[in-house]
């Protein structure tokens, strides 16, 4: 992490982990070095009315209820407009580091549709990247991938991002 920093030109960083496992020291380190730096540091929490709702819940376990997928996909472009296209309402300032916990899921899902919406990557592309991404080889050896990702990288629409 500090040689992104010191060495990668990262200058924003994005932790999108809001899960079960115990992290708090982790991010308080993360934001001490980021700091130190002279980066920004934010982490994008799921936390109701502080956050960007549970997205990622609710795109799991209730992706084929519209208006859960609908919620969940408006909290995903906010979350995008807000803290990695225009963190403080500006373009960042250098590169963009982003994770969660394992920097699979989330920070997949995420990426995937940045590289989709932002970068204009054919679908194709984008889903290769993220199968590349979690260790896919094949069905009988999916390694980290899950469908539901897959399903959101597919379905998201762009036009959410529009500002």
């Known amino acids: 992490f ?4 010191e060495h990668g030109g990262v200058r924003h960083v994005v932790n999108l982990f809001d899960g079960k496992i115990p992290v708090a020291d982790l991010i ?5 070095a980021a700091q130190a730096a002279g980066a920004s540091y934010v982490t994008a929490t799921d936390e109701e009315g502080t956050g960007y709702g549970r997205w990622r819940d609710a795109l799991k376990e209730h992706y084929d209820d519209p208006a859960a997928r609908a919620a969940a996909f408006a909290g995903m472009a906010r979350l995008i407009r807000e803290q990695i296209l225009a963190p403080g309402g500006a373009a960042p300032r250098g590169n963009v580091h982003l994770h969660c916990g394992g920097g699979m899921h989330r920070s997949g899902m995420v990426a995937g549709i940045i590289d989709k919406c932002i970068n204009h990557a054919p679908l194709a592309t984008v889903l290769a990247a993220y199968r590349y991404h979690v260790a896919w080889h094949d069905a009988d050896h999916p390694g980290g991938a899950e469908d539901g990702n897959l399903r959101v990288l597919a379905d998201f629409d762009c036009a959410l991002l529009a500002p």
Not at 28 to 32: D, I, K, L, S, T
């Open 28 to 32: 308080a380190a993360e934001g001490r």
């Open 2 to 5: 500090r040689s992104l920093l």
